[in-house]
């Protein structure tokens, strides 16, 4: 694994992965090629939350060619919000994006993203919610109804303003990255509302994109279980950073 000068890197790519094998290669082969065709630099970082199968070994197969690459293996299954933050603490780039280890919006979908760097936006993210999203393969009912359920709860007694706070591609300003993901306690699914959270505190400018979007049927989020566990978390992320209010 090579490394390069940290300022030359211009965009990160951070993603987690949880016993993956199955479609991991896929989607870091998609983002090594992608990359690839840049003319900036870039790398990608794969961090592997504790596994029980080989994703470490398919992801390390899929990035073979590309300089900078790190695979971080975590001792124990943590959760994704503690894996997107051990990535993101140790990119080096000028731009950290965090990617779904299933890449249900493609890569490409970064192209909408960069304009809006350049016009005061600290962070991007991509949202299923707003017009001209194209949702190509969508979720089960059941599973639209709670993503679209936890978003209202948001707004109720979060933030308002970010219908959907969940699709998992967003880019961060380097120094935005580093500011708030040390402060990131959420170790589940909630992390990327409470990273949102955290950056509306502290007055960084938010962009929503809309984006292509493909359901994958290898979710790993449970209905009920991670239902209950997200609405829960809305309540610690409050509580946890209620002294900065």
């Known amino acids: 694994m090579h490394r390069s000068d940290p300022a030359s890197i211009h965009l990160s790519v951070v993603v987690p992965a949880y016993d993956e094998e199955e479609r991991i290669g896929q989607t870091l082969t998609s983002i090594a090629s992608y990359l690839q065709k840049q003319d900036f630099l870039s790398e990608v970082i794969v961090v592997d939350d504790g596994s029980q199968d080989r994703t470490s070994e398919r ?54 993203f960069w304009p809006w760097t350049g016009q005061g936006f600290d962070v991007v993210i991509g949202s299923r919610a707003l017009p001209g999203a194209d949702i190509q393969v969508r979720q089960f009912f059941f599973r639209e109804l ?50 949102l959270y955290l950056c509306r505190r502290r007055g960084y400018n938010i962009k929503q994109v809309p984006v292509v979007w493909r359901n994958s049927r290898q979710s790993k989020v449970k209905i009920i279980r991670s239902s209950l566990g997200m609405l829960l978390d809305l309540w610690k992320i409050k509580r946890l950073h209620r002294k900065n209010s």
């Not at 959760?79 to 779904?100: M, P």
């Not at 970010?162 to 589940?188: H, M, S, W, Y």
């Open 59 to 112: 992801a390390a197969r899929a990035l073979q060619g590309m300089d900078r690459v790190r695979i971080i293996k975590l001792p124990q299954n943590l959760g994704k919000g503690a894996a997107v933050k051990e990535g993101v603490l140790q990119a080096q780039g000028d731009f950290v994006l965090f990617s779904d280890a299933d890449l249900s919006t493609p890569i490409e979908e970064l192209e909408k």
């Open 146 to 195: 709670m993503g679209k359920t936890f978003n209202v709860f948001i707004r109720l007694f979060l933030m308002k303003g970010i219908p959907d706070t969940q699709c998992g591609f967003k880019l961060f300003r380097k120094d935005v990255a580093k500011n708030v993901f040390p402060l990131v306690e959420i170790k589940g699914f909630s992390f990327d509302a409470e990273a």
